[in-house]
């Protein structure tokens, strides 16, 4: 039995977080103030994309090209943001090499 | 008289014929002629690309929303003809004019402006533009619009010329000058250069330019291909330095200058395309900075004036996406572009280096996702 425990053992998979869809808006603080992400989705990772996200828009006005859309594409996940004076909503969705990405 | 002027007429054509020989070897230009459009209003550039790339010659066109970015673009590459708008934002067309006039002494200038203004009028040719043009209202308007751009882009890959006598060589300027028998003060300009030639009863006594004095200024002055000129009071005290006659002078030179031409010496036109030119072939592509990951090393652009402002939000951008990717395990970034109501940007990473690509307004977000990969594969190979 216990070589069996051995093959089935679940413990790394209860720490992986499943990608979700859904939005998140945030203010200009990167305070969250909507969001449509399962209560499952960390709000840890939430925040560090929105704050991600919100230091390109800010560094890219810096830069003289202001931005009002970001398209970031990750092998398993797409973000677009839509900056929203200083704040911006974010999509996550989530991405399968064998599911056609959206608009592609 | 008459006679006088008719046998040297003949004679002098002589001169030019062989001065003209080698304009093709210094104009090697490709067939396509380059034009850029200078508008502060995007309708309107998109507008003009469509008429102009309807010309016989079917030039390739380039846009640009201000004058800096212009200046940046003409400095990238040598373009054929500059279009610009008179009343725009920050840098307005006369300041432009003034830049292009000093930097780009060759480049064609047309302005195409709604302010009907005689005084704008005047101080546009008084920088030396070749063209005023109102924006024009009808069909008509526009057709003959059509017909002097396609005008001036053939005599620009003819003959270049000097302003104020359209389609003439400096050659035949001393000669009409020399014939006369008259007695003036060439000052001939050619971009942040220019010289003197003194001539006294139709002799050609003395010139200067810069450092050289007598004949080395007036080879000089003669191998500038265009440029502008101004008729000078005389100065009949000017001592002379030259002795020869002005046609012997002119054959001289021109030899000299068949010599230098046959030496090959590279045309500012005929340069090779550096590899991020050759990227800007691309349909849409406004700049390009190529940024190394190593902050120490050089950044090279191109169509941008200054880079590393890019480079810096390139460089900050794509390593914290990289940290992203690695924190939420979706691997590093494959893609990546921004959308903005300036213009658009992608940007791509590949070993130590990120490219950036500034793109047109007009494009939509699945366009730039399409030419980001096809500058992406040109650029790996």
């Keep these: 039995m216990g070589l069996l425990n051995f093959f089935s053992k679940t413990d790394d998979v209860s720490n992986l977080t499943r990608l979700s869809s859904g939005s998140i808006t945030v203010d200009s603080e990167g305070t969250i103030i909507t969001s449509t992400l399962p209560r499952s989705f960390p709000e840890m990772q939430v925040e560090e994309i929105s704050s991600r996200v919100l230091k390109i828009f800010k560094d890219a006005k810096e830069a003289q090209m202001p931005l009002t859309e970001l398209i970031l594409e990750f092998p398993a996940l797409k973000i677009t943001a839509r900056e929203l004076r200083g704040g911006a909503i974010i999509f996550l969705a989530p991405s399968s090499p064998k599911v056609p990405k959206s608009g592609s | ?381």
């Design chain 2, 1 to 381: 008289m008459r006679r006088f002027w008719q046998n040297d007429c003949c004679g002098l054509q002589l001169v030019h014929k062989r001065f003209s020989l080698d304009v093709p070897k210094l104009n090697d230009m490709s067939a396509r002629p380059k034009i850029l459009l200078l508008d502060d209003e995007q309708d309107l550039l998109d507008m003009y690309k469509e008429i102009l790339a309807q010309l016989p010659s079917h030039p390739e066109i380039h846009l640009a929303n201000s004058g800096a970015r212009a200046i940046a673009l003409l400095e990238a590459e040598p373009f054929t003809l500059l279009i610009s708008d008179l009343r725009m934002p920050k840098m307005d067309g006369l300041q432009v004019l003034s830049i292009v006039r000093r930097k780009f002494p060759d480049l064609r200038v047309v302005v195409m402006t709604s302010i009907t203004d005689e005084q704008y009028r005047s101080r546009a040719y008084a920088m030396g533009v070749d063209l005023f043009w109102v924006k024009p209202g009808n069909g008509e308007e526009m057709k003959m619009f059509q017909d002097c751009i396609a005008s001036l882009l053939g005599q620009d890959v003819q003959s270049g010329g000097f302003r104020g006598v359209q389609s003439k060589g400096l050659v035949d300027i001393i000669q009409l000058e020399c014939l006369s028998r008259g007695s003036s003060v060439l000052k001939i300009v050619n971009g942040t250069r220019d010289g003197r030639i003194w001539v006294c009863e139709g002799d050609i006594v003395d010139a200067q330019c810069g450092d050289l004095s007598a004949h080395a200024a007036f080879k000089e002055m003669l191998s500038w291909r265009t440029g502008a000129f101004e008729i000078l009071p005389a100065d009949l005290e000017r001592t002379r330095t030259i002795f020869e006659n002005y046609q012997g002078l002119l054959l001289d030179s021109a030899q000299s200058l068949d010599e230098a031409g046959d030496s090959g010496e590279p045309s500012p036109g005929g340069t090779p395309l550096t590899g991020l030119a050759a990227l800007s072939r691309v349909d849409g592509v406004e700049f390009i900075v190529e940024v190394p990951t190593n902050e120490l090393e050089t950044v090279e652009s191109w169509g941008v004036k200054n880079a590393e402002p890019y480079a810096k939000w390139t460089r900050e951008s794509w390593k914290s996406l990289c940290e992203l990717g690695e924190k939420l395990h979706v691997g590093d970034p494959v893609h990546f572009h921004g959308l903005g109501w300036q213009g658009h940007v992608g940007l791509d990473a590949k070993d130590s280096k990120q490219i950036f690509v500034g793109f047109a307004r007009s494009l939509n977000s699945d366009q730039i996702r399409e030419k980001m990969n096809l500058i992406c594969s040109k650029w790996v190979s």
